[in-house]
């Protein structure tokens, strides 16, 4: 990580999702997930842009396996959209768990995009509804900014870093995962069929 090469003009450091629920504790807790905010922060001290995302879920979000009679957390079930798992309620907007972990320094991001707030759909990438066709309005950004490269970490490495690296080569954008910044749910062994998000 300290050897990473920034070019200040045409780099962005996207962190995904740092937040109560998603670490130890939380409703979502993503084993050692609080073990990436030191490196998200070291790494926020040294790039002049920085972007955080925010899940961001209303009550009753329809990924919630309470929304869904009979179903259980993790169980995965057809959306009009398509395949979704069902998450315990978590995120919730205006709760502590949906706020940032305490420890990470959000207050240096220029941009916060929340994502997850329409009911009847969920949002893994930063980029993209899980319809995988509506947009989230963050490649606009990085686009009039003038950013060609997303430098990458979060939670949780198999789900919303995973689509949002894939995104944002989908939209013409270099990826670079910082590896050591990110921890996963790991279901079923889903991040080693994950694959390579980087090209």
């Known amino acids: 990580m300290s050897s990473l090469a920034i070019d200040q003009v045409r780099d962005v450091l996207l962190v995904v999702d740092v937040q109560n629920d998603l670490c130890p ?7 050692d997930g609080d ?6 922060n070291a790494l926020m001290a040294r790039f002049d842009h920085a972007v955080l995302t925010q899940d961001w879920h209303p009550p009753g979000h329809g990924s919630f396996a309470s929304s869904h009679p009979g179903r259980s957390p993790f169980e995965a079930m057809v ?19 949906a706020m940032f972990h305490p420890g990470l320094q959000a207050g240096r991001a220029e941009l916060v995009l929340r994502k997850g707030y329409h009911r009847a759909i969920d949002s893994y990438s930063a980029f993209y509804e899980n319809d995988r066709a509506t947009p989230t309005g963050l490649t606009g950004y990085l686009r009039d900014r003038g950013f060609a490269r997303v430098v990458l970490l979060g939670l949780a490495t198999d789900y919303c870093v995973h689509y949002s690296g894939l995104d944002a080569r989908r939209e013409g954008f270099e ?13 079923d062994g889903l991040l080693a069929r994950a694959g390579d998000i980087t090209g």
């Open 79 to 97: 959306m009009p959209y398509g395949h979704q798992t069902l998450w315990p309620d978590h995120c919730v907007q205006g709760s502590q768990g």
């Open 175 to 187: 990826v670079l995962l910082v590896e050591d910044g990110c921890r996963a749910i790991d279901l």
């Open 35 to 40: 073990a990436v905010v030191p490196v998200a």
């Open 25 to 31: 504790g939380g409703a979502l807790a993503v084993a």
